[in-house]
């Protein structure tokens, strides 16, 4: 299900009342920082030259790597408070070397080479990624860019949020959509670095034109970027691939992998795996679309809920792939499509009928619809599993939401698993291994936007649950199904509200 309307209202979590300003050292011989030192194990020390008159830092460094539990690398660093920008023009010395080299801008709680800490990190061969580790010893994780060796990079710490800005084509920073929660006590490291990636060697990168300054309190009006991003189930690494300052939702991911689905200001968008803009599919003259909506079996037609013009409620849809003229399934309303039948005939979906919200199924062809849950509650989400045997969905007949199954039929309804968490969406892979879903805490009613929230997936072997990833996000993050057709990833939305004056500073 879904409300329609824009979310703009500043939200808590992100724009956070700043604390002390940063402190600069004035050291001539390191400009604006206090110090360097080899961070981790490294074989060969590494060293900082500055220039004064090109406010340029050379940092030789080697190090075997910036990732799992622990960095190994030389860094040049101040002790600062509050919240804070760092930013520089990076470029490599020498066009050899490791492609997973790395030149950074990090902000770390300490100089143990175990500490939590958050990076941007320029590779070798252009990656460009905000690398994190959110707890003393934890593995590394990343949110890829998709912008590739960016001349300019730029970290910003507000709060407990990390933002991630690169440079375009026309030179200027922009929102990467790279972003990430954690929190650090007390002041802290900022300051750049080099990683040679390969212990027996010393790799250079020059920072140029680096400025470390405050975050002084705004009032400037917040603008809310959506990033769609894929992650990899097996490794929790992530790629950001489209990123806009508009409110876009829901992604879908094509049954040959080739481009993803997504709902922006009543319209249906559809963007290439690899693509850089979204073109617009024709659903005239429904263009008052929801959230919920998704992509057939043989992949070529798509459900779609909308408003009618008549101002009847959310109404079910079946319309070619590329785009054409709508045909109605559902005559009540409102209806919220989520899930289609392996076999292409049936559609589930939630319909709210004499007050009260349950999962029913109708011909994909259309037809009488038949109503399968009658708990008191909502009930939400329903999606079949790829054998077509049972229907997963979400309720809150325990007094919390939690993840339910059912036959086809509606029979043997049963409670997937139990936590403590208010849980939503469950989305089975195509080979039938995982389940992943979206996770509030347990005071939050609904499934509101602008909240922390957490994309957890769970083995359907064992049950066992692990994090996949923790962002801000929540309405619009993943409403329906977004999964890879080999099963190994799957899309998602996070957002950001930054303050327009930092969207608009280089």
Known sequence: MVQMRMRVSIAAACLVA????????????????????????????????????????????????????????????????????????????GNTGNNHRKAVLMIRQSLDANSPAVDLARHG?????????????????EVESNVSAPR??????????????????????QVSGASTKLALTGPFYIGI?????????????????????PLSPTSAKPVLYSALETITVASTDRRVAYVAPIHFEAPNWSRD????????????HRLAANGTEPATVNTDPQNRCNNDHGISPDGQSMAISCQPETNQGSTIYIVPIGGGTPRRITQ???????????DGKTLAFAGQRNGDFDIYTIPAAGGVEARLTTAKGLDDGPEYGPDG???????????????????????????????????????????????????????VSGHPGERDVVLNLMSMSDKIVHTLAKLFGGQGTINVPSWSPDSLKLAFVSYELLPEDSVHAN
């Open 389 to 443: 045997e049972y229907i997963y969905f979400n309720s809150e007949r325990t007094g919390r939401m939690q993840i339910w199954r059912m036959k086809a039929d509606g029979s043997g309804q049963e409670q997937v698993l139990s936590d403590e968490t208010n849980d939503w969406f469950p989305h089975i892979s195509p080979n039938g291994k995982w389940m992943v879903f979206l996770s509030y805490d347990k005071e």
């Open 152 to 173: 300019t990079v730029r970290i910003e710490k507000r709060g407990d949020y990390f933002y991630a800005f690169v440079s375009g084509s026309d030179g200027k920073l």
């Open 18 to 93: 700043l604390t002390a300003p940063v402190a600069l050292a004035a050291t001539p011989s390191l400009g604006i920082f206090e110090d360097h030192q080899d961070v981790g194990t490294v074989l060969h020390p590494g060293s900082v030259e500055y220039n004064a008159a090109q406010q340029a830092y050379t940092i030789s460094g080697s190090g075997a790597n910036m990732w799992f539990g622990e960095d190994d690398f030389h860094y040049l660093w101040t002790k600062v408070s509050g919240d804070v920008s760092l930013t520089a023009d990076i470029t490599f010395v």
């Open 257 to 268: 992998g080739s481009f993803f689905l997504f709902n922006s200001e009543g319209k249906i």
């Open 332 to 342: 009540n309303s409102p209806s919220y499509w989520h899930g289609w039948s392996p």
């Open 125 to 141: 061969d252009g990656l460009t990624s905000l690398q994190y580790r959110d707890a003393p010893g934890a593995n590394t994780h």
């Open 193 to 213: 670095g080099v990683c040679a990636h390969d212990k027996d060697v010393v790799e250079k990168a020059v920072f140029s034109n680096v400025k470390l300054g």
